[in-house]
């Protein structure tokens, strides 16, 4: 089962609107990370929070972290066309032995409008 | 800086035959990542390399999936025999240590007819 969530699955906005996506996870984590994903490319890496973070920016960015409800969010602001991609939150959730194992969610489709 | 480099970018082979993937992760990087990707999902961890070592492979599918890390630096997956189910993009990724963020490949599209 896959740790982390995102909600919605799929926005549609115009351009210049902001973007909000959120995640959610079940079990305590050592961090979360945000990537995207243009269509056919790989990854892209945005943001790394850490478990004793609460929020972070880079650029249009703002990613924010509630451990106590097992989620965040990812804030994306003046959006443009070319922010249009899948966005995936992974979390490398503590487990029994002591490791962890990046868990992707299936991602939020963002399709921004010109 | 190069990124991750994987090859081939693209495979296409009919089931039961034999197949290979290649990454050279980003310089330094001692942690290495095989996922799979599959059509409108997020990527799942196969195997995740400390150097050399081998840790974290619980989701590789140990009757036909095959991996191995030489010298700590390049790596290969191995699917022997491939089935229909395998087709997927097959992902690479290394980071400087597990608690750093993780750098992709383009990754390897395969298609099993």
């Given at each position: 089962?896959?740790?982390?969530?995102?909600?919605?699955?799929?926005?549609?906005?115009?351009?210049?609107?902001?973007?909000?996506?959120?995640?959610?996870?079940?079990?305590?984590?050592?961090?979360?990370?945000?990537?995207?994903?243009?269509?056919?490319?790989?990854?892209?890496?945005?943001?790394?929070?850490?478990?004793?973070?609460?929020?972070?920016?880079?650029?249009?960015?703002?990613?924010?972290?509630?451990?106590?409800?097992?989620?965040?969010?990812?804030?994306?602001?003046?959006?443009?066309?070319?922010?249009?991609?899948?966005?995936?939150?992974?979390?490398?959730?503590?487990?029994?032995?002591?490791?962890?194992?990046?868990?992707?969610?299936?991602?939020?489709?963002?399709?921004?409008?010109? | 800086?190069?990124?991750?480099?994987?090859?081939?970018?693209?495979?296409?082979?009919?089931?039961?035959?034999?197949v290979a993937f290649w990454?050279?992760?980003?310089?330094?990087?001692?942690?290495?990542?095989?996922?799979?990707?599959?059509?409108?999902?997020?990527?799942?961890?196969?195997?995740?390399?400390?150097?050399?070592?081998?840790?974290?492979?619980?989701?590789?599918?140990?009757?036909?999936?095959?991996?191995?890390?030489?010298?700590?630096?390049?790596?290969?997956?191995?699917?022997?025999?491939?089935?229909?189910?395998?087709?997927?993009?097959?992902?690479?990724?290394?980071?400087?240590?597990?608690?750093?963020?993780?750098?992709?490949?383009?990754?390897?599209?395969?298609t099993v007819l």
């Amino acid at each position: 089962s896959q740790q982390g969530e995102e909600d919605p699955q799929a926005l549609s906005i115009q351009e210049g609107e902001n973007a909000t996506m959120n995640c959610s996870y079940k079990t305590s984590i050592n961090n979360l990370q945000w990537y995207r994903q243009n269509s056919g490319r790989g990854l892209v890496h945005l943001i790394l929070i850490r478990s004793n973070e609460r929020e972070k920016h880079s650029g249009r960015l703002r990613v924010t972290l509630d451990t106590s409800k097992k989620s965040s969010s990812l804030l994306i602001t003046a959006s443009r066309a070319a922010d249009t991609a899948s966005y995936f939150c992974a979390t490398d959730p503590l487990i029994n032995t002591g490791g962890f194992k990046t868990i992707f969610g299936a991602g939020t489709r963002l399709f921004v409008k010109a | 800086e190069a990124g991750v480099v994987q090859s081939p970018r693209y495979k296409i082979i009919e089931k039961k035959q034999p197949v290979a993937f290649w990454c050279n992760p980003i310089s330094g990087h001692n942690t290495l990542y095989w996922y799979r990707q599959n059509l409108g999902q997020g990527p799942e961890l196969l195997i995740r390399y400390e150097n050399e070592e081998a840790v974290d492979d619980s989701q590789l599918p140990k009757d036909r999936f095959s991996a191995e890390r030489l010298k700590g630096v390049d790596s290969t997956l191995k699917i022997q025999p491939a089935e229909l189910g395998d087709s997927a993009v097959y992902l690479c990724a290394s980071s400087l240590d597990r608690y750093n963020e993780q750098f992709f490949g383009p990754g390897t599209r395969l298609t099993v007819l």
